[in-house]
């Protein structure tokens, strides 16, 4: 039994049973891949997938209950491999961070400037993404924080997660818009224009959808997108109004629009910082986590985690 062993396997369920896409990820030849499964299963004495002639479909009952054991040896090699450049290398390295654009957008550059300032050599990684996709790469251990408002808190046991901050939904209109005239908003008002906001399953769109629908009402959404620019780039043209992450306005940026608070409208959102249970972090992430929250101290992390720096 070797790790390539493993690794062709986890990759293999990763592709979703293409071996020909796992031995490309894996720069290997798809022979050779279909060869070390097979080394492995008559090591361990059964067959961990279920085949259709040379087409893998699926894993078979002992290949899915053996996964679980096979993800954690992996993950514990590169936890090792970790730990020993941290030892070596205590302020560089590689950070990667999953969020939405919302949060890398408005949320993050301060912090990230204060970061790179602190650590300049540290490799820092920002992937923009879906909040499935945030999910997704932090339960393979390909990022070490997710961001995130939707997603991570569905997880049970398999993440660590930390209020980040709070936040409301705000309505953005073109400047001198009736609405802005209004004194007290309700959602009726705005339930009776056209209305340009997030797609679903993004930035809290759910949390708007509930609002109508907990009033009785059916808001007319003509358009959706994945990051606020977007909406208010449609706002500006006229396609309607805004319904947007209050911290995306910026009276600065946006002298063309009006921002009008959903405080009293929508209920409050959190946006998370999110660890995957068992994935090693280096000093410098704890430094980054510290950054986004005061009360995030080593300390408290690792107990959150189970009281293991890993």
Not at 27 to 54: C, N, W, Y
Not at 212 to 220: H, M
Not at 273 to 286: P, V
Request: charged content about 25%; overall charge negative; aromatic content about 8%.
């Amino acid at each position: 039994m070797n790790f390539q062993q493993l690794r062709i396997v986890r990759e293999t369920v990763r592709q979703r049973f293409n071996l020909t896409d796992a031995s490309n990820a894996l720069f290997t030849s798809q022979s050779g891949a279909s060869k070390h499964i097979r080394d492995l299963e008559e090591e361990l004495g059964v067959e961990l997938f279920e085949r259709r002639g040379k087409r893998i479909l699926g894993l078979t009952t002992a290949g899915g209950t053996l996964l679980e054991t096979i993800e954690r040896i992996l993950l514990d090699a590169e936890n090792l491999k970790r730990s020993a450049q941290q030892l070596a290398n205590q302020d560089q390295g590689r950070l990667a961070i999953a969020t939405t654009h919302t949060q890398a957008r408005y949320a993050l550059p301060p912090i990230v400037a204060q970061f790179k300032e602190r650590f300049p050599k540290v490799n820092l990684e920002l992937h923009q993404c879906s909040p499935s996709e945030i999910v997704s790469l932090l339960k393979s251990g390909r990022v070490d924080i997710g961001i995130a408002t939707e997603g991570v808190n569905d997880e049970g046991s398999s993440f660590v997660r930390f209020p980040f901050h709070h936040w409301h939904h705000s309505i953005v209109v073109p400047a001198g818009h009736a609405l802005s005239q209004a004194q007290e908003l309700r959602l009726e008002d705005i339930a009776g224009y056209p209305i340009v906001t997030y797609h679903e399953g993004f930035t809290g769109r759910a949390r708007i959808d509930q609002a109508f629908q907990a009033a009785g009402l059916v808001p007319n959404v003509v358009l959706t997108a994945l990051d606020a620019d977007v909406i208010k780039t449609y706002v500006e043209l006229g396609l309607g109004i805004g319904v947007i992450a209050s911290l995306a306005y910026s009276d600065e940026r946006d002298r063309d629009l009006t921002l009008l608070s959903g405080q009293a409208l929508f209920p409050r959102n959190t946006t998370y910082l999110a660890l995957r249970r068992g994935h090693f972090l280096h000093a410098f992430a704890y430094a980054f986590l510290k950054l986004c929250s005061d009360d995030l101290d080593e300390d408290t992390v690792q107990r959150a985690l189970g009281g293991r720096r890993d």
